[in-house]
C-alpha cells in the first residue's frame, strides 16, 4: 500500500517511528510537509502541487500536527479529502483537538469530567481567576501549539503578565489543578492500547517513571476510550488527571508524540494506528 505521512520533517522522532514501521510491513512510505504543497481551486477542480510537481500518490494519508502552524496543515488535509484521498484522522477531529476551548466545551457537551475552567482575553485574567477562586491554576493557551503551560500560585503574578500577555494577542485559559496522577492513555479504534505515567504537570510532586506503562481502572480506560472516540479520532490520546475524586480529562491529542515512552506501547500504538489506516485505504489512481 501506498502510504503519505503528512509532517512537517521526516527527521521526526514520531515519524521516523511510524515510516519504519510501514516499511517493515512492506509499505511504499512517503513523507510530504504541507509548507512544500501548493493548493489550487481552478475551473471547479481542486489540484495540489508539492514542490512545483505532482505529489506522491496515495492510498491513505496518516497525518501530523507537528507543525509550527496548523492553518495550512488543516486546509491541506481538506484538499486531500476533496482528492479523495482517505485520512486517517478526520479534519474536524484533528481541528478540535487544537483548541483548547472547543476540547473543554466538547468534553462537557459528552458529560466527560474536566477540571473548573475560565477563557478569557489576557486583560480579564484577574477576574477570571477570581472567579475560580485564586491560585493556584494552570495558565494554558488556547489554541494548542509549542508553549508550555504555566503555574500560577500568586494573584500578583498572574496580574503582572497581563499585559505582557495582551500584546502577544494570545486566546489564555485558566483551570483550577489540584493534586492527582497525570497519565496519557493511547487509545486506537476505541479500543486503549496502553496507559503511560505523563511527566510531572507544573507545581506538582514529581512523576516517577514518566512514559512507563501503568494500570488504570476499567472506568477510567471507559472514559478515555469515550473521549478519543467520541472525538471522532480513528487513533490519538486523551491526557487524564487522576485525582482523589475521580478522574478529569485535560487534553485530547490527535497526533501524540512516541519520544519517552516505553518501547513495548510505542510499538503497540503504532501497529494498531497502522492496521487502522491499511484498513482505511483504498487503492487509487494516483493524485
Not at 510537509?33 to 508539492?50: I, K, V
Not at 496580574?159 to 485558566?174: H, I, P
Not at 512507563?212 to 478519543?228: G, L, N, T
Not at 491529542?253 to 489506516?277: D, H, M, N, Y
Request: proline share 7%; aromatic share 2%.
Amino acid at each position: 500500500m501506498r502510504i503519505g505521512v503528512l509532517s512537517h520533517s521526516r527527521f521526526l522522532y514520531t515519524t521516523r517511528r511510524l515510516v519504519d514501521a510501514a516499511k517493515l510491513r512492506g509499505h511504499d512510505v512517503r513523507v510530504v510537509s504541507a509548507h512544500d504543497c501548493m493548493l489550487a481551486l481552478e475551473g471547479g477542480a481542486p489540484t495540489l502541487r508539492w514542490r512545483g510537481k505532482k505529489p506522491p500518490a496515495a492510498d491513505v494519508v496518516i497525518p501530523r500536527l507537528d507543525a509550527p502552524e496548523h492553518a495550512h496543515t488543516l486546509a491541506m488535509l481538506r484538499h486531500l479529502e476533496l482528492l479523495g484521498i482517505p485520512l486517517l484522522n478526520p479534519v474536524p477531529a484533528m481541528a478540535l483537538s487544537l483548541d483548547l476551548v472547543a476540547t473543554l466545551q466538547f468534553l462537557h457537551a459528552h458529560n466527560l469530567p474536566s477540571p473548573p475552567s475560565v477563557a478569557a482575553p489576557a486583560g480579564g485574567l484577574a477576574a477570571a481567576a477570581a472567579e475560580l477562586g485564586g491560585p493556584p491554576l494552570l495558565l494554558r493557551a488556547v489554541e494548542r501549539g509549542p508553549e508550555p503551560d504555566a503555574l500560577v500560585q500568586d494573584s500578583a503574578i498572574l496580574e503582572s503578565m497581563a499585559g505582557l500577555l495582551a500584546r502577544l494577542g494570545k486566546r489564555l485559559l485558566l483551570q483550577k489543578i489540584q493534586a492527582g496522577t497525570s497519565v496519557r492513555v493511547l487509545v486506537v479504534g476505541g479500543d486503549v492500547v496502553a496507559a503511560l505515567r505523563r511527566r510531572v504537570l507544573p507545581g506538582m510532586p514529581a512523576t516517577e517513571g514518566a512514559g512507563k506503562r501503568v494500570e488504570i481502572s476499567a472506568p477510567v480506560a471507559a472514559m478515555a476510550a469515550k473521549a478519543v472516540r467520541d472525538a471522532g479520532l480513528e487513533a490519538g490520546a486523551v491526557d487524564l488527571l487522576l485525582t482523589g475524586q475521580g478522574a478529569m480529562v485535560l487534553n485530547l491529542e490527535a497526533s501524540p508524540v512516541l519520544r519517552g515512552i516505553e518501547r513495548q506501547a510505542r510499538e503497540a500504538f503504532v501497529a494498531a494506528l497502522l492496521a487502522r489506516a491499511e484498513a482505511r485505504g483504498v487503492s487509487r489512481i494516483p493524485v
